[in-house]
């Protein structure tokens, strides 16, 4: 049997010794998409850092692809998408450019790029509605085509696994719509996906599981829970659903 994607277990993980999850457990098998849930300030960003081998453990294990974090070299199968940081940035780089720039570990700094390179660049692009934009520089598009750039970027590289922090938190709802389409077609390329989300929005199709952090640990790990009443509008924030079964608090922030 192949070995999970992500395999976390029993994993504690803090910042100055002052622990935000103690006890999380949990595996993601490949072709899977789940989007982590839960409160702000809850430890959603700090699990997948932790995945990424960005936070030490206190204790616990994670393994990528059946390889103990420690161990695990293979980071062109990894892409990572972090919280907004601005890809524009003041730098005054394209957006072929920071697209081209997710090839780099597959192909080395010193190597030019070659055929594959640019068709895999100009597939990320096309993917997330961009192609007509690449030589436009980076600061000059709208928020959510940034944040659509840093997507093509990690698409880029071919990974097999992708994770994301809000990948789409504050972006337009056509951004958002290519970037739904963008994760469909990694996803029918064979892809596994590792999101923190707010709002699903246009993703909830496409995700086959939730699990939601709570107090240190998963609270819930299982089907995507349906926003309620209200809670279901359009201009609503965030989705919390008060169901009668669900745990209190778990959606509140
Ligand atoms: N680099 C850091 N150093 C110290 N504390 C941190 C650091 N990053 C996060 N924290 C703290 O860890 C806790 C969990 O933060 P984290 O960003 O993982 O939560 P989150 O669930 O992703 O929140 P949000 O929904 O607001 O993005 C918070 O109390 C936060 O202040």
């Not at 974090?69 to 920071?98: H, K, M, N, S």
């Not at 597959?106 to 993917?127: F, Q, S």
């Not at 699903?200 to 349906?226: M, N, Q």
């Amino acid at each position: 049997m192949t070995a999970p994607v992500i395999t976390v277990t029993h994993a504690a993980v803090g910042y100055d010794g002052r622990p935000v999850l103690r006890d999380v457990s949990l595996a993601v098998d490949a072709g899977e998409v789940v989007a982590v849930l839960g409160a702000n300030g809850s430890g959603k960003s700090t699990l997948i850092r932790a995945v990424l081998g960005l936070v030490p453990l206190h204790s616990g294990a994670i393994s990528l692809f059946g390889t103990p974090l420690r161990r695990f070299r293979q980071w062109r199968r990894v892409g990572y998408v972090p919280q907004r940081l601005g890809a524009g940035g003041g730098v005054p780089a394209t957006v072929g450019e920071v697209v081209a720039s997710g090839r780099l570990a597959r192909r080395g700094v010193l190597r030019p790029p070659g055929r594959a390179d640019r068709a895999a660049v100009a597939a990320a692009l096309e993917a997330v509605g961009l192609a007509d934009r690449a030589r436009d520089p980076v600061a000059t598009l709208s928020g959510g085509q940034q944040q659509r750039t840093l997507i093509a970027r990690a698409l880029a590289g071919e990974p097999e696994l992708l994770v994301l922090d809000e990948p789409t938190a504050g972006v337009d709802a056509v951004s958002q719509e290519a970037f739904a389409g963008a994760l469909r077609g990694f996803l029918g390329g064979g892809g596994t996906v590792l999101l923190v989300a707010h709002e699903l929005g246009p993703l909830r199709p496409l995700i086959s599981r939730a699990v939601v952090v709570h107090d240190g640990g998963i609270a819930h790990d299982g089907v995507v829970p349906e926003p309620a009443g209200h809670h279901a509008e359009p201009d609503h924030d965030h989705v919390h659903p008060h169901g009668p079964d669900e745990p209190v608090g778990l959606w509140s922030s």
